[in-house]
């Protein structure tokens, strides 16, 4: 036979083919629309052959499935940080059109149109801690819709733990330790809530640093617990009535992380030398604190604080003197290095010899020194 076939969806004409050599006529279409369909050929016939239909044949158009896959361009990010998600939808047989919905959670945090395949959204204000971000593809008239998801991590910066922790200091049994950081975002403005800190304990360590019982929350040596003060959290730690040994400060903060330190309490005193400033417990470089030096009645070292503020200032002076003269004497401290005095004094200097009254400093400490 020749002539021509006419393809038809139930009584829409798709299209005309002619018949080759074999009697084969052969239609190519991509535009039917999902569902079902019935196609027939319808042949035409020609001068020696009657025309022809052919039998209708049940057709189903699906969606065509797609993959959608998520990446981010910082993980895990600072908070605060601009982070930028990139949502690739691909199919077989097409390029996917349509939307795609980013999702942090049960939180809708925008919307973009495909180009190409690819939507990407940027954004600078997701939450501390780990979040389940999804990009979900809408699909169009031809591609089925999709997910695809991705863990983003955005943490706080962590200053370290603040002196005296930062020394690695070993201190004396009984003393209060204040326990320092200070947290930030992205732009370095100071995190201050005090929800940004999810728990403070501590841990107690054999020799070989091994854990030692359960984690215990540590005593508050101002029954005020944690506090944001002076530009940084502090936690003032009553260490009375523990064993000396090692024990690690185990912080965890809000965006999920730990910071831990490891110290050890001795009941020989400091080892690298700290006095503790009476305003905040800050220690600094210094005298050691020994058994004979500062206690109050209950034979524990609250803040160390050297200053009485019920004398005058010049008393207190040469009160505070005599003490750290004493402590000299207990442990022939380095008499050169006197930064310890900033916090007691007030001065701003490492060395003696620019003091403006060097020669009491001499009769303190010079003897001391060469002792040493």
């Not at 027939?40 to 001068?47: E, L």
């Not at 998600?85 to 390029?95: D, E, N, R």
Request: charged share 10%; proline share 3%; aromatic share 8%.
């Amino acid at each position: 036979p020749t002539g021509t076939v006419t393809f038809e969806d139930g009584n829409t004409v798709l299209g005309t083919a002619a018949l080759d050599y074999n009697g084969v006529a052969t239609f190519t279409i991509s535009t039917l629309s999902l569902g079902s369909h019935s196609i027939t050929a319808v042949y035409s016939g020609d001068s020696n052959d009657l025309g022809s239909t052919s039998n209708a044949v049940s057709l189903t158009i699906n969606q065509d499935s797609t993959t959608t896959t998520l990446t981010s361009s910082a993980n895990p990010a600072v908070y605060g940080q601009p982070v930028t998600f990139t949502a690739t939808v691909s199919s077989l047989y097409s390029t996917p059109t349509g939307t795609v919905t980013f999702e942090d959670g049960n939180t809708v945090l925008g919307t973009v149109a495909l180009s190409n395949g690819v939507a990407v959204f940027s954004t600078s204000t997701l939450p501390a801690g780990s979040n389940n971000i999804t990009a979900v593809y809408s699909g169009d008239a031809y591609d089925a819709g999709s997910s695809g998801t991705f863990t983003q991590q955005v943490d706080y910066q962590f200053s370290g733990f603040l002196p005296p922790l930062s020394k690695g200091h070993a201190f004396e049994i009984n003393r209060t330790i204040p326990i320092k950081f200070q947290l930030s975002d992205y732009n370095g403005q100071a995190i201050t809530s005090l929800r940004a800190v999810a728990s403070l304990q501590i841990q107690a360590l054999d020799a070989n640093g091994n854990p030692v019982g359960a984690p215990f929350t540590p005593a508050s040596a101002d029954k005020q617990g944690l506090q944001y003060t002076d530009g940084h959290y502090q936690f003032n730690w009553k260490t009375k009535g523990l064993s000396a040994g090692l024990y690690e400060i185990v912080l965890t903060l809000a965006d999920g992380t730990i910071r831990t330190q490891t110290i050890q309490l001795t009941a020989h005193g400091c080892s690298a030398g700290s006095l503790t400033d009476s305003s905040d417990a800050t220690d600094t470089n210094g005298a050691v604190l020994t058994d004979g030096g500062i206690k109050n009645s209950n034979g524990e070292r609250p803040q160390d604080a050297l200053a009485n503020p019920s004398l005058s200032l010049t008393d207190q002076l040469f009160a505070d003197l005599a003490l750290l003269n004493k402590l000299v004497l207990e442990r022939q401290a380095d008499a050169g290095t006197v930064q310890y005095l900033d916090a007691l004094l007030g001065l701003e200097t490492s060395r003696m010899g620019t003091f403006k009254n060097a020669t009491m400093f001499d009769l303190l400490f010079t003897d001391q020194s060469a002792s040493s």
